[in-house]
T-cell receptor, first 111, second 115 residues
């Protein structure tokens, strides 16, 4: 079955430093979504990528979908303490409606 | 309500007992998902409903787990003969249309602890 791997598992940065998390799927994806989960909270949708090679930006966040649609990344420029949380990717295969979540990258930002 | 509502928020039960977890999705959302999240892990897919029918139940770990959505709105996840390994946060999510694969709106979750 499909597997979605995410690295790194943890990332500790100083406020103002950049952060990147990577997501790799064992199969080609139809689309991929990214979610953020604050400590004690539930996953909250950030963005969806559909097209091969797609790049989307949300303020300091940049999302990329690989050309082969098997990998994706989330990059945060100049982290802030409000960025603290766990970031998950969730991939969907063609002809299926379920999303497989990665194991997440837990980001800690030191002020 | 404005968001996905899950009850109870916390449930402590003894090994072998029966448990029901309820999810009330956002009004008008036809797609409903159940996920299970253990500490430090990503949400694990359990079952997906499109309307009243279970379109994909391939994630249910065994036949102790069952879910229904009789009127295409509220869903109940039922766990029989609970085991300690069932302890986790059970997350429900709804979406405007599963086929269009819109964003998933998650509830706050039901934390199940099996003693």
């Amino acid at each position: 079955g499909q597997q979605v791997m995410q690295i790194p598992q943890y990332q500790h940065v100083q406020e103002g430093e950049d952060f990147t998390t990577y997501c790799n799927s064992s199969t080609t994806l139809s689309n991929i979504q990214w979610y953020k989960q604050r400590p004690g909270g539930h996953p909250v949708f950030l963005i969806q990528l559909v097209k091969s090679g797609e790049v989307k930006k949300q303020k300091r966040l940049t999302f990329q979908f690989g050309e082969a649609k098997k990998n994706s990344s989330l990059h945060i420029t100049a982290t802030q303490t409000t960025d603290v949380g766990t970031y998950f990717c969730a991939g969907r295969e063609y002809n299926f409606n379920k999303f497989y979540f990665g194991s997440g990258t837990k980001l800690n930002v030191k002020p | 309500g404005a968001g996905v509502s899950q009850t109870p928020s916390n449930k402590v039960t003894e090994k072998g007992k029966y448990v029901e977890l309820r999810c009330d999705p956002i009004s008008g959302h036809t797609a409903l998902y159940w996920y299970r999240q253990s500490l430090g892990q990503g949400p694990e897919f359990l079952i997906y409903f499109q309307g009243t029918g279970a379109a994909d139940d391939s994630g249910l770990p065994n036949d102790r787990f069952f879910a229904v959505r009789p009127e295409g709105s509220v869903s109940t996840l039922k766990i029989q003969r609970t085991e300690r390994g069932d302890s986790a946060v059970y997350l429900c999510a709804s979406s405007l249309s599963g086929r269009v694969t819109g964003e998933l709106f998650f509830g706050e979750g039901s934390r199940l602890t099996v003693l």
